[in-house]
């Protein structure tokens, strides 16, 4: 099959459609896959972000192969062992208190649902986001997704409301300290609260580390101060672990790394690496009670698809047995993080590194002092290096996000930081 007939019929997301070139991949295994040229390439952005145990993981597969065989699809209202076990395992990672799980087919209808759980719940109709997110591509995930991506699609109508999160290296408040950052990140979102009118609103949403808006790992009293905040104005806290949860941020959810404990996480992704489409919200026991004896009003066909929670439970468990969240924890700590350090001490281009687990930005900027970001043409040429190089990073604005899968070997992720090495030294 040649490139033009198979991409005659696709139409790509987020895509001008005349002018895309899509890299055709025939074959991919742990983190690393080939093009239809033979050329292989260390997959450092896991694709969106969700081969958080590789690809090709054989249990995840046999457990998807076993299911197909045994019941391969069942409508939602019935309960089945894989679907039931997904829950189970899902919930028993969450933080005591939020024991439901109600399953979607990916993150933006996660947000969606919870969304919905939350203005139910309160009976308010807001929602809070911040500007620096992503929370999906559907109609309330888009209008609740701060970055640009949201604008075509922004009808004014969903009902929410922007605001800034703590971000040190691009501050709007002005802070020289993290803490600073925190305090005025805080009081900014109070005032917020206060001004629109706390019983307006429904709900905060944040991703826990917010993820493609630039992997920023909020500072440590951040997120309980929003805790304290939605407790003291009675707001759902919803947090997005659609991108930071399963590993990725060396914690089984990011939340885990913060004291807080929200009253809704939506996931998808890295729960089941993503090898079959599966979301969902882990529900507190208090919004799952407004349910009790009302009906939700909402569900899809798909809603626990089998063998979707079949690849969760074996993607969990392999991930326990195998020690993934831990070896995730550890390649940040040791392996990744360092090199990412070490790379920016000799190349001006980078800006920042930031990061945590297997889950790190690196910024480019035309400029150290000014922290003017590199034009998108000179950061793509970078990407281009790093392509000739065999290395696939994650790429959006004037970043590069190295993401691997959470069990990558460490000689990948030396490899790679060579690789990196190269394309810096040749691209910028
Ligand atoms: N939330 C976050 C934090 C994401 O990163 C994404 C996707 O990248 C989504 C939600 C949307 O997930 P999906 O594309 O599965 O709908």
Redo the contacts with the bound molecule.
């Keep these: 099959m040649t490139h033009a007939l198979m991409d005659d019929h696709v139409f790509y997301s987020w895509s001008a459609q005349a002018e895309i070139d899509p890299m055709v991949i025939t074959g991919a295994h742990g983190s690393r896959i080939r093009d239809d040229a033979g050329n292989e390439y260390l997959d450092f952005s896991s694709q ?2 969700f081969t958080n145990l590789g690809h090709g993981h054989p249990r995840v597969v046999r457990a998807i192969q076993e299911q197909a065989e045994l019941l391969c699809t069942l409508a939602p209202q019935h309960a089945t062992g894989v679907r039931s076990e997904a829950a189970r395992l899902i919930a028993g990672l969450a933080p005591d208190g939020l024991e439901k799980v109600f399953f979607t087919n ?4 996660a ?1 969606e649902h919870a969304i919905r759980m939350a203005r139910l719940h309160t009976g308010r109709p807001k929602v809070l986001s911040a500007y620096r997110s ?5 109609q309330t ?1 888009v209008n609740v997704t701060g970055d640009p991506r949201r604008w075509p699609s922004d009808t004014g109508t969903a009902g929410v409301v922007r605001f800034f999160g703590p971000f040190r290296y691009r501050s709007e408040f002005h802070a020289e300290t993290e803490e600073q950052e925190c305090a005025r990140a805080l009081a900014h979102l109070r005032r917020t609260i206060e001004a629109e009118g706390p019983a307006t609103i429904a709900a905060i949403i944040l ?1 826990t580390i917010p ?2 808006a630039g992997i920023m790992p909020p500072p440590p009293g951040y997120l309980p101060g929003v805790r304290e905040l939605c407790d003291r104005f009675g707001i759902v806290l919803i947090l ?1 672990e ?3 949860g399963f590993g990725r941020a060396g914690a089984w959810f990011a939340l885990d790394r913060y004291d807080v404990r929200p009253d809704l996480i ?1 996931f ?2 890295g729960v089941n690496s993503g090898y079959v489409p599966l ?1 969902g919200v882990v529900i507190s026991d208090a919004i799952a009670d407004t349910f009790a004896h009302t009906p939700y009003p909402g569900g899809l066909t798909y809603s626990g698809h089998p063998l979707a929670t079949a690849a969760a439970v074996a993607a969990i468990n392999a991930m326990t047995d195998e020690g993934t969240v831990a070896n995730a924890d550890r390649l940040g700590r040791d392996l990744l993080g360092p090199g990412l350090r070490e790379l920016a001490e000799k190349h001006p281009v980078i800006g920042d590194v930031r990061g945590v687990g297997v889950f790190w930005a690196v910024e480019l900027v035309a400029d150290r002092d000014t922290r003017e970001p590199l034009p998108v043409a000179d950061t793509l040429a970078v990407v281009a290096a790093c392509r000739r190089a065999g290395l696939l990073p994650f790429t959006t604005a004037n970043r590069l996000h190295l993401v691997p899968p959470c069990n990558v070997p460490d000689a990948d992720v030396t490899t790679a930081l060579g690789m990196l090495d190269g394309a810096l030294s040749s691209g910028s």
Excluded: C, F, P, Q
């Design positions: 969106l972000v990916g993150g933006a209808d947000n992503y929370h999906g591509g559907t995930a991703e993820g493609t997005d659609v991108m930071a939506t998808a992704k979301g």
